[in-house]
């Protein structure tokens, strides 16, 4: 289930989601960058960044305006966009792996501040435990389709052909970046409003239940509490080609094996292993 935190209106996000979705329509690719050309210095912003034609402007604009963020800068908020594939396919020379690691940090930070000043009788393990989900890649890569950040990407063909623009990883890292992105162009302050709106909403969404489940944490709980010790993860295979993986993983809880489960990532395929081996295990308990 896609978790659905806003980042757009903190008191009515279902009158925000649909301005955005008006304000941007169905926006197309941006194109590959076909040379050097494009990577320019625009009003002394980072070498290498791409120039930004009107049309991209214009999406930009409406982008920012529906999810009610400013910037000084559209071209650092396109480098947030950039995926790191374009790198090989084309001269464009950065990417937002940078603003990625940026924006991770200054999310952790975020987070972990308002957890701690909102749930003051929470215990340290019972806090972590809500922070993995409210940044996890599940919820993070909600919330950028939410904002349509998967039609804003730039990527290389390759990765396009395979899916890119829906790949979990590559929606939470746009996430991310942007949230660097906000950073550097406007500063903590602002970031912190920006990235709060996400978090309370994760963090009611956590308390009632109504969260994305990690089954790698249940599984590795149950298995501790009922034969003191933790379930084994095993890569059986992997197949297809590199740019569009997929891996086989099983799991062994208490010598039994379940699986093998798939996915995109070995940590899905994980993910995957220890929701059929938890559901498997339950049902059973419940005969």
């Given amino acids: 289930m896609k978790p659905s935190g806003t980042l757009t209106n903190i008191s009515n996000p279902s009158k ?7 304000a941007l329509g169905k926006l197309s690719a941006p194109e590959t960058p076909a040379s050097s050309d494009s990577q320019v210095i625009n009003g002394g912003t980072t070498p290498g960044m791409l120039a930004l034609e009107p049309g991209r402007k214009k999406v ?20 947030s ?5 374009i790198t090989n396919e084309s001269n464009q020379k950065i990417n ?4 990625e690691f940026l924006g991770d940090a200054i999310l952790g930070a975020v987070s972990a501040d308002l957890l701690y000043k909102k749930l003051w009788d929470k215990p340290e393990g019972e806090l972590a435990k809500i922070k993995s989900v409210v940044v996890s890649e599940e919820t993070l890569s909600g919330v950028a389709l939410e904002l349509q950040i998967d039609n804003l990407l730039i990527m290389g063909r390759g990765e396009e052909l395979s899916g890119g623009r829906t790949k979990k990883a590559i929606l939470a890292d746009a996430m991310e970046a942007l949230i660097g992105a906000v950073y550097l162009d406007s500063g903590y302050k602002n970031t912190f409003t920006f990235v709060s709106r996400l978090v309370n909403a994760e963090i009611d969404r956590v308390l009632e239940k109504r969260h994305y489940q990690d089954y790698k944490s249940l599984l590795q709980e ?15 295979k992997r197949s297809g080609p590199e740019h569009d993986r997929i891996f086989w993983v099983d799991v062994t809880v208490n010598g039994k094996i379940f699986g093998p489960a798939t996915g995109k990532t070995k940590k899905s395929a994980e993910q995957d292993a220890a929701k059929l081996a938890y559901e498997q295990i339950a049902q059973q308990e419940n005969k």
């Avoid at 604009?61 to 480098?79: M, P, R, V, W, Y």
């Avoid at 937002?96 to 603003?99: A, G, K, P, T």
């Avoid at 149950?222 to 059986?236: A, G, I, T």
């Fill in 16 to 22: 925000s989601k649909s301005r955005l979705s008006k």
């Fill in 96 to 99: 937002n792996e940078r603003l």
């Fill in 60 to 79: 930009l604009t409406a982008f920012l305006k529906a999810a009610g963020i400013k910037f000084k800068s559209l071209e650092l908020l396109n480098l």
């Fill in 81 to 85: 966009f950039v995926h790191r594939s």
């Fill in 222 to 236: 149950f298995s501790q509490r009922q034969y003191k010790n933790y379930p084994v993860y095993s890569l059986v």
